[in-house]
């Protein structure tokens, strides 16, 4: 009878330590971390009154005969499942989404306890604490690598209060854009002459001898920006005055119907029947009559020789061409004569020239001065320089004049003749379309390029102040900009641009120049500043990225910072697509950067899903400056909690398994929220309503059995 007792208490002793649990999980339903626990009720040892027996022949087997002697409460469960993530204000909270606990220190990392409550904050000595006081554990950025090194040994986060980071000189820019190579561009500036030290020149500066290579006039745009795609042999002829024969002399007589002839060759390539003038003489004619016969039929083949004749004084004959059509012959060149024309076949003229484009190099001064012949150019410093010398080698003294060719500061060629003197002479300047008469030859007119040049057709007179010009030639181009910083974090201008100067079966080429400010040097650097770099952008048939040079500059900033700063210019990968290209596309900088930056103070913190924290400075730079450390155990229901949100190891629970957020099973660490209790209200609730019912009738057994009791008293009565 006493035994039920017994049980009785038991139950009451076991509900009321259930109740405690529960208890304390409703009290921590708003705690930060917490996670609620369960009692686990187990019975006690029972009381055998029979122990079982096994069959036996006809008889079966007994099972034994038990009494229990009531429950104890056997152990208790810690739950730790996820509890809700709550947003909040502050941004140095931190909520653990997933496995795994903060790792927190009382005594400066020699001890460690753990936490799911991420209310950190920083107190002020910079240390990262939580509500205890205890310094949050993790790694720290490296001063001289300056990255977080997480397989580094933990140790306390301290972020130093006003906290600064010195500049940081630039070690690298990284370009990546296109570079149009199409037909019909949109950015283009004035193509310019370079001198022979590298510099460019001003437009005053430019005479002949100091000019040198600036670029494949083929590859040049007009202003409309289209390209001129000159070919091999292509190009124009320019005339300086009309060519003028004199001392034609007029024959007359002759034997009636016997041929008169004259040929004239076409441009000094071909003699054809088209050119030959030909009447037939009248017996008894005078010499006038002969001359103005004569002059007739030249003037008949005028449309086709470009030569025209008049009459002069004494019935001489004179030939005229001015040299102004493209359909017909340039300069005076007389093949032959038959009969008695009275034409002197020694007495050609020529004041036009061809200036014919050639993929290679000019002709270098082969063909100057002779007039007729042909002058072969590639670049515009070439063409300009052959233009002024041909201008000069005419008039009284041949070379002597003062006639002026430079290109201007529009990327125009623009001719002078400024002074008066006997050796100067009146120009008219004429330009034509040139297309080749030889038979076989597929030359034809680059009605673009002729049209540039063809703007020069004007007269300027010996002493006249004005000035003719072709239309601007125009470099495709294209450029960035970057401030860099020197050791002092002062800042400098780079600026690269690109200007396209050559094309051939196997790559494309530009122009490159890379220039800084005038206070600052650059290594190798030319122009009168030392402040310039030429270079070139070599790209494949493909547009990929063949061969940049340079590939770094060094820089000299003149103002007490490091000298010899050495700067890597990242254009790409060779062969690839990833940085410089080159396609018909309009040209365009999709990306630049760099990696210098200037000293800053400590203006805010964040803390990715990584646990870095990462510093914002008020030069615009962040950079992680330290990282949250994380434990995992194997059996976390095995850690003992010490109060505070605070849980240590315990034998059961293995060693902690440290390591960075999001690893090895680890879970995220989500910045500016908290995770809250995971205790159910409806579940606790409930659960109370069962212990509060287990209670009462366990009660109900003690007071049954003290009834039973009474009445057994009672039979001694």
């Known amino acids: 009878m006493l035994k039920s007792l017994f049980s009785g208490v038991s139950g009451l002793q076991s509900h009321q330590v259930a109740m405690d649990v529960e208890s304390n999980n409703i009290a921590n339903v708003n705690t930060v971390g917490f996670k609620y626990s369960r009692a686990n009720f187990s019975d006690l040892l029972a009381q055998t009154r029979a122990i079982a027996t096994a069959p036996q022949g006809q008889l079966g087997g007994k099972n034994p005969v038990q009494v229990g002697l009531g429950s104890s409460v056997s152990s208790m469960t810690r739950i730790f499942a996820q509890g809700s993530i709550q947003n909040s204000d502050k941004n140095t909270d931190v909520a653990i989404q997933g496995d795994g606990f903060l790792i927190i220190s009382p005594d400066g990392g020699n001890t460690y306890k753990y936490t799911r409550a991420g209310d950190l904050k920083f107190d002020a000595g910079g240390n990262f604490v939580d509500n205890n006081g205890y310094i949050s554990q993790g ?15 933990i140790t306390n986060i301290n972020i130093p209060p006003g906290l600064t980071t010195p500049a940081s000189a630039t070690a690298e820019i990284v370009l990546k854009a296109n570079l149009n190579s199409g037909p019909l561009v949109e950015s283009f500036s004035p193509a310019y002459e370079i001198s022979s030290t590298g510099g460019t020149l001003e437009p005053a500066a430019v005479s002949n001898g100091v000019a040198v290579n600036s670029g494949d006039i083929g590859v040049m745009y007009n202003p409309n920006g289209e390209r001129f795609d000159l070919q091999e042999g292509q190009g124009v002829w320019i005339s300086y005055t009309e060519s003028i024969s004199t001392g034609h002399a007029a024959v007359g007589g002759g034997t009636a119907g016997t041929a008169m002839s004259i040929v004239f060759n076409v441009d000094q390539e071909l003699s054809e029947p088209a050119n030959q003038v030909t009447i037939n003489a009248v017996e008894g004619a005078t010499a006038a009559d002969s001359a103005r016969n004569l002059a007739a039929a030249v003037n008949a083949r005028t449309s086709i020789t470009g030569i025209s004749a008049i009459v002069t004084a004494g019935d001489a004959l004179e030939l005229r061409n001015n040299n102004s059509s493209d359909a017909a012959s340039h300069n005076i060149n007389i093949a032959s004569q038959t009969g008695n024309t009275g034409i002197d076949v020694t007495q050609d003229v020529s004041t036009a020239e061809r200036y014919l484009y050639t993929e290679g190099s000019g002709s270098n001064g082969v063909g100057i001065g002779v007039f007729g012949s042909q002058t072969t150019f590639n670049t515009m410093a070439e063409l300009r320089n052959f233009i002024q010398e041909d201008a000069r080698s005419l008039g009284a003294i041949p070379g002597n004049n003062g006639i002026t060719v430079v290109v201007n500061s529009e990327g125009q060629i623009e001719i002078g003749n400024p002074n008066s003197t006997a050796d100067d002479y009146n120009l008219n300047m004429q330009v034509t379309g040139y297309s080749s008469h030889i038979t076989g030859s597929t030359v034809v007119n680059n009605s673009r390029f002729t049209n540039n040049m063809a703007v020069l057709n004007t007269s300027l007179t010996a002493g006249s102040t004005r000035t003719a010009y072709t239309q601007a030639f125009n470099s495709a181009s294209h450029s960035s900009s970057i401030d860099v910083f020197d050791s002092l974090g002062s800042k400098h201008t780079i600026r690269m641009e690109f200007r396209k100067v050559g094309m051939t079966d196997t790559y494309s080429e530009w122009d490159m120049i890379i220039s800084s400010p005038i206070t600052t040097d650059l290594l190798n650097g030319v122009g009168p500043y030392n402040n310039e770099i030429h270079g070139h952008m070599r790209f494949n048939p493909d547009g990929s990225l063949l061969d940049p040079r340079p590939t770094f500059v060094e820089l000299d900033p003149n103002n007490g910072a490091a000298l010899g700063q050495h700067i890597d210019l990242s254009f790409g990968s060779i062969g690839s697509f990833d940085g410089m290209t080159s396609f018909d596309n309009p040209s365009a900088t999709s990306g630049i950067s760099q990696d210098g930056y200037t000293g800053g103070d400590l203006v805010g913190i964040r803390i990715d899903q ?4 990462v510093g914002s400075f008020s030069n615009g730079r962040s950079f992680g400056l330290a990282q949250i450390a994380m434990a995992k155990f194997t059996n976390n229901e095995g850690l003992s909690t010490e109060g505070g949100n605070v849980f240590i190891q315990t034998a059961n629970s293995g060693d902690p398994i440290i390591g960075t957020a999001a690893t090895a099973g680890r879970g995220f660490i989500q910045s500016s929220a908290l995770e809250a209790s995971n205790v159910d209200l409806s579940r606790a609730l409930t659960q109370l309503i069962i212990i ?6 366990n009660g109900k057994t003690i007071t049954t059995s ?12």
């Open 139 to 153: 790694w720290l950025r490296d001063p001289v690598t300056g990255q977080v090194d997480s397989t580094a040994p």
């Open 610 to 613: 990584s646990g870095t924290l």
């Open 692 to 697: 509060q019912r287990g209670f009462q009738a």
């Open 706 to 717: 003290d009834q039973l009791l009474e009445t057994l008293i009672g039979l001694k009565r």
